[in-house]
């Protein structure tokens, strides 16, 4: 199945009957908090994330892409990511198209798609939020969740926010969070923050307006710890045994979303 731009026509089948239960939801809406309290709640999150030197953290996302014939169809990932503040990062991901690692020594971002056994390396000298700026203008590197993890969360998030709620409170994985939601002219997007003294980002979904049925990405924090220890060679890149270095170009198929036509998922 292609990906191409979609019709209207899933509202006919979905729209309707979502339509009545958002309206039966809206008619027993009670607020349990100030719209303005979800900026200073976003503040000390970033504020919390952003001085903690050493993370490691387990995740997993969703991605929704919209077909020509408008079926919604999610495609899945888990990951972990290894961060030392303020230029080294190790992070991967593992789905059913792709198996994909990068590395970030400070000086050069290493790239290895472990389904290829192949790999590319770029001089990147600067800190993580250098490299992600860096790498999202070059078009390698487009998911959201990369926000949560900059030292300037706060800034980089409400620079286009025209509309923010404290939509009350939700538990993720047992754990209590504060559920916040936002607006901007091309995204809503949402974020539960773990309620105490340890406000880290616990989910985080952003929906995309300007596609029709609203694709969204997903991401679940699942393990956050920040006392792990750290190896001396974590953040040294080592390719595998036979891996080819290869250009930039050339290292492909490592996205979330397969290319082209989708024929089945991996068992």
């Not at 538990?171 to 340890?198: K, T, Y």
């Amino acid at each position: 199945m292609n990906y191409d731009d979609p019709s209207k026509s899933w509202y006919r089948t979905f729209g309707r009957p979502l339509a009545v239960v958002g309206m039966l939801v809206a008619a027993t809406w009670i607020p349990v908090a100030k719209a303005d309290d979800a900026p200073q709640i976003l503040k000390a999150m970033s504020d919390y994330v952003a001085s903690q030197k050493n993370i490691s953290l387990t995740y997993d996302s969703d991605v929704e892409v919209i077909t020509s014939e408008v079926e919604k169809i999610q495609f899945t990932s888990s990951g972990k990511v290894l961060l030392s503040r303020p230029d080294k990062v190790r992070a991967s991901r593992t789905g059913g198209y792709a198996d994909f690692e990068i590395v970030f020594d400070g000086k050069t971002v290493s790239g290895l798609g472990k389904n290829l056994n192949a790999y590319t390396q770029l001089e990147a000298a600067g800190s993580i939020d250098q490299l992600i700026t860096k790498l999202r203008s070059m078009n390698l590197l487009t998911a959201p969740g990369a926000d949560l993890l900059g030292s300037h969360i706060y800034d980089d998030l409400m620079a286009d926010v025209i509309v923010a709620k404290h939509v009350g409170r939700g538990v993720i994985d047992g754990v209590e969070c504060e559920h916040l939601a936002f607006r901007d002219l091309d995204v809503d997007w949402q974020l539960w923050v773990e309620v105490g003294d340890r406000p880290i980002p616990r989910k985080y979904v952003v929906t995309s307006k300007g596609v029709g049925a609203a694709p969204q990405y997903t991401l679940r924090i699942k393990e956050w710890k920040t006392d792990a220890p750290i190896s001396a060679d974590a953040f040294t890149f080592t390719p595998p045994q036979g891996a080819k270095k290869v250009e930039l170009n050339e290292l492909t198929n490592i996205d979330e979303v397969p290319q082209g036509v989708v024929t089945g998922a991996k068992k």
